[in-house]
């Protein structure tokens, strides 16, 4: 075999030097003959497991599968544990050690002898990691989504994981849910393994992975503990042996047709503002051109018709069952590009032959949209000079044009010590700001950005106001919430300047948002601002002075474009 057409992995174990000898003297040790792997495409399976991580549970079981499609295709499969990212357990953000998971992901792919990788993830940003570190590798590869837990129910209602916990948790603090109530929805809420079953972040990114062509027709709509995931897992694994030897790369997949079409799609499903951060942040990494601005046309443009918690009545599981995201192509077809390449080898116009839609309640027809508003609105203004976003389809529409003075918190510890207060000031036309919650200032970007509603206000019936942040928002929660406004207020940015009692207009219709003070007023204010004093050491240290801001995807400045470095293959 020349070196051209080489197996990378060959370089590892085809060597008859004394680095080749020590290679397989290593798999010896543990087991592996010769005939396990010489001359067989070596396939990493990079999974985000861990026993912390709840929504990947199942894991040992999808690698299970995985490994059986690669050993069946003629590969020979190794498993590799990546920073595993549990939503809920890790403080302050797991968007905080997103980029992390990147690094590790691009380093786990060149430094072993791997000819391609299957991406196991699902929890929020384990996915978009994943996808940053294989796009800088640019090494074959197919993800697998976890896939969502299974309906919730309590009392004959069906539940959405994080979306109900906000409701409830408003109704119990406007003292209309039992403390038995509120321990039932503890034990009953989330029933499965899998991710949040709304159409929040993890559900929307595993959809814009399979929209750009990288997962199985309806890998991301499966649910966790469907039997089909398993299917899906072999499948997978035999797929990857097949790109490491034609050498499909992501960079031949993920082209500007692509990103159209996971765009389109995004604005299609309702799904979560931080997408955005994330999609941004995958597409940079190839070197393809994609902002804030060209995402919200774009997405200004395409109906929402996912009938889908929490902009909708639906859960993952009914989107699956109504076609999955097959049937929102399909629905949308007019507005996808036909000839993307899938990463099966098929155009989409091929994939979306076997596409039906089984549930018109589920997937809307176009006519009937889930609302006359987009996905997403980027707002601009003298607060959010670089932008700032909103998700209007689950937005109150009254507040889509309003102003109010501003109920102002310079950190979230403030805001949680005076929110319930008896003596705050606010009324329902308010508008909640809080500062210090950006890449910077929190650290990490938490999803803060969902401010809650004060007590005094929830007990006379009041369930949104307009609340605006530096953060970002789950995107299983709902509300009239401006986020990711940029540049972040830790860094000097105008949201750091706000006053209580200034006036803070927001316009979706004219995508503004504007701080009504004058601009002397303001120029004076930033005089005497005080930056955040940055951490000292370790990977805090790194994030703070390398993290870029909101707009452009709050990647590391020193981890953009492509990986230009040679394949480290050292002997």
Request: proline fraction near 5%; charge should be neutral.
């Amino acid at each position: 075999m020349s070196k051209l057409n080489k197996l990378r992995s060959e370089y590892w174990f085809n060597s008859d030097s004394m680095r080749g000898f020590a290679h397989r003297q290593r798999l010896a040790q543990v087991g592996y003959s010769r005939s396990s792997y010489i001359g067989k495409p070596v396939i990493g399976i990079i999974s985000t497991w861990s026993e912390i991580s709840t929504c990947h549970s199942h894991f040992p079981q999808s690698v299970k599968f995985i490994r059986e499609g690669i050993i069946r295709s003629g590969g020979f499969p190794l498993e590799l544990p990546a920073l595993s990212l549990s939503e809920v357990m890790v403080k302050p953000t797991t968007m905080l050690y997103r980029n992390l998971l990147a690094m590790e992901a691009e380093e786990l792919i060149l430094s072993h002898p791997l000819d391609a990788v299957v991406l196991l993830g699902g929890c929020d940003k384990t996915i978009p990691g994943l996808l940053m570190g294989a796009f800088s590798a640019n090494l074959p590869c197919v993800v697998v989504p976890a896939g969502a837990t299974i309906n919730g129910s309590f009392k004959g209602i069906k539940i959405g994981t994080g979306t109900h916990t906000r409701k409830y948790w408003d109704a119990k603090q406007a003292g209309e849910v039992s403390k038995e109530d509120w321990l039932l929805l503890e034990e009953t809420m989330t029933r499965s393994a899998g991710t949040c079953n709304t159409m929040g972040t993890a559900s929307t990114m595993a959809c814009i992975a399979e929209a750009l062509g990288l997962t199985l027709a309806n890998a991301s709509t499966t649910p966790a503990v469907d039997s089909a995931h398993g299917r899906i897992c072999a499948h997978s694994g035999e797929l990857a042996v097949n790109l490491a030897l034609k050498k499909i790369t992501p960079s031949t997949i993920v082209t500007e047709k692509a990103v159209h079409n996971a765009i389109t799609v995004y604005g299609s499903l309702g799904g979560s503002t931080n997408a955005v951060i994330h999609l941004i942040a995958m597409v940079n990494r190839l070197g393809l051109s994609i902002d804030l601005k060209k995402i919200s046309n774009a997405v200004a443009k395409v109906p929402v018709i996912a009938n889908l918690m929490p902009a909708g009545e639906y859960l993952m599981e009914d989107l699956h069952n109504a076609g999955g995201l097959l049937a929102i192509q399909l629905r949308i077809k007019h507005l996808l590009d036909l000839s993307a390449e899938m990463v099966t080898g098929e155009r989409l116009e091929t994939r979306l032959a076997q596409a039906k839609i089984y549930n018109d309640k589920v997937v809307l027809p176009l006519e009937q949209p889930l609302s006359s508003y987009s996905t997403l609105t980027a707002l601009y203004g003298n607060l959010c000079p670089n932008g700032a976003v909103i998700k209007p389809v689950a937005a109150t529409p009254s507040l889509m044009e309003h102003r109010g003075m501003a109920v102002v918190f310079e950190s979230m510890d403030e805001l949680q010590n005076k929110i319930d207060s008896d003596d705050l000031m606010i009324t329902e036309r308010s508008v909640l700001v809080l500062k210090n919650a950006g890449p910077v200032g929190a650290p990490g970007m938490p999803e803060w950005g969902g401010l809650p509603i004060p007590k005094k206000l929830l007990s006379k019936g009041v369930r949104d106001l307009v609340r605006i942040s530096d953060a970002r928002m789950s995107g299983t929660h709902f509300g009239t919430c401006v986020l990711h406004v940029s540049p972040e207020s830790a860094i000097g940015g105008p949201l750091g300047l706000v006053q209580q009692g200034d006036e803070i207009e927001i316009s979706v219709s004219r995508e503004l948002l504007q701080l009504h003070i004058s601009d002397s007023e303001m120029e004076k204010r930033s005089k005497t601002f005080k930056h955040k004093e940055l951490a000292t050491r370790g990977y805090l240290s790194l994030y703070q002075r390398s993290v870029q801001q909101a707009h452009v995807g709050c990647d590391f400045d020193f981890m953009l474009g492509k990986n230009n470095a040679s394949d480290p293959i050292i002997f």
